[in-house]
């Protein structure tokens, strides 16, 4: 099917002596320029450096620009940071040392996920962090990490 022909035909650029929408013509005509972008919120991210190495931020407490932050839309988090170690036995948590029980029982991720009220994508995620944190590479060193480390995991019900 024929698009239908353009009536009256676009007026021709005198300067250049070819249609607007050619790729002739100056960026200034064609294509249009997008709209403007919305103004973005200021940034914290100065008030944020400024504050990580005060004594305000070491002692815990919010910081006196707490109403300026406020007012940019940041809220304080109210969970603390762990002190966990990053890899090795000590530094597994809880939820994923409970997966790691039901593991050496021979539990698949779909039994696994059932029986916390998990998605098995999540059990997924709790193995692939444990194998990282345990430098492993399958469910059989787990287990044997396990026995040495944690040997009431095995006989717990």
């Known amino acids: ?19 607007p929408w050619s790729p002739k013509t100056s960026a ?9 972008m919305p103004p973005r919120r200021p940034s914290t991210a ?4 400024s504050t990580a190495t005060s004594a305000s931020a070491r002692s815990g407490t919010w910081p006196a620009c707490e ?6 839309g940041v809220r304080r988090r109210h969970w603390g940071q762990s002190q966990r170690p990053a890899f090795g036995w000590d530094s597994l948590t809880d939820t994923e040392r409970a997966v ?4 050496i029982r021979g539990m698949t991720n779909r039994q696994i996920a059932q029986r916390m009220f998990l998605s098995p994508h999540t059990v997924s995620t709790h193995l692939r962090r444990m194998f ?4 492993i590479a399958s469910r ?11 040997p009431e995991l095995i006989k717990g019900g």
């Open 67 to 72: 109403p300026r932050l406020r007012a940019l």
């Open 140 to 150: 059989t060193e787990l287990a044997r990490i396990v026995a040495e480390m944690c």
């Open 46 to 49: 100065w008030m944020r450096r």
């Open 28 to 36: 200034s005509c064609w294509p249009p320029r997008p709209a403007p």
């Open 100 to 103: 790691a029980s039901l593991i």
């Open 132 to 135: 990282g944190k345990l430098n």
């Open 1 to 19: 099917m024929r698009t239908p022909a353009r009536w009256p035909p676009p007026p021709i650029n005198p300067n250049r002596g070819h249609a």
